[in-house]
């Protein structure tokens, strides 16, 4: 699929949320930095992602499916990377204590609101990377919104990018499971607004994990 361009999200008045209180909770936290070295517990996380794949493709088989009707019969699971756990990986969040509320470019052509949580800080590939995690304006639990683009983008996976949902950790330190990557609602029905990645969220790596495109039959 082609490459949608990465347009930077505009800046609007700050905004607070219950974001702010936990940001703060993590700046005042001797250990919340960029400190990434913690092991993590593979077994488990790979156990999660299972359960994760599995909770998708019910929510795909469901009344509340985004494929168009006309591709609800014959779905038959969405497709993933083989599961990689050198991509599940140690994260730091530096916050930002701003609280910014920008306003990113979406594949309708609309501004979505979202606020500036940080920056997680990881290592990847044995580079140190960074993606910056944002806060939807939505009703839903609060969580970092991850939204970023590789070097699969437009090849394997969808050119738009792909999104991460990371729960908040008031310590600031997180497990960031690539292998969790999605594709937005869009790629099954256009008539979806889906949130464009900021350009500073593009890796040079290629993230062989998470939701992928169909692969040729």
């Not at 088989?61 to 599961?83: C, E, K, N, T, V």
Request: proline fraction near 12%; charged fraction near 20%; include cysteine.
């Amino acid at each position: 699929m082609p490459t949608p361009p990465s347009p930077r999200p505009a800046l609007a008045p700050p905004a607070r949320t219950g974001l702010a209180a936990l940001l703060l909770a993590c700046a005042a936290l001797a250990g919340c930095g960029t400190d990434t070295a913690e092991p993590l517990d593979q077994t488990a996380l790979r156990a999660e992602w299972g359960q994760w794949v599995a909770s998708r493709d019910s929510l795909f088989r469901s009344a509340s499916s985004p494929l168009l009707p006309a591709d609800r019969p014959s779905f038959d699971g969405l497709p993933y990377f083989a599961y990689d756990s050198t991509l599940a990986v140690p994260a730091a969040l530096v916050p930002t204590l701003s609280q910014d509320t920008v306003r990113f470019p979406t594949t309708s052509g609309e501004l979505r609101p979202m606020i500036t949580a940080g920056h997680l800080v990881f290592t990847a590939g044995g580079v140190q990377r960074r993606l910056e995690a944002f806060q939807t304006l939505d009703d839903g639990p609060l969580r970092l919104f991850v939204p970023f683009r590789d070097a699969t983008s437009g090849r394997d996976t969808y050119g738009g990018g792909r999104y991460l949902d990371v729960d908040l950790e008031p310590s600031g330190r997180y497990a960031l499971d690539l292998n969790r990557a999605y594709h937005p609602y869009c790629v099954y029905d256009v008539s979806f607004s889906c949130p464009l990645p900021p350009a500073e969220n593009r890796l040079e790596l290629p993230v062989t994990a998470g939701e992928r495109l169909p692969t040729a039959p």
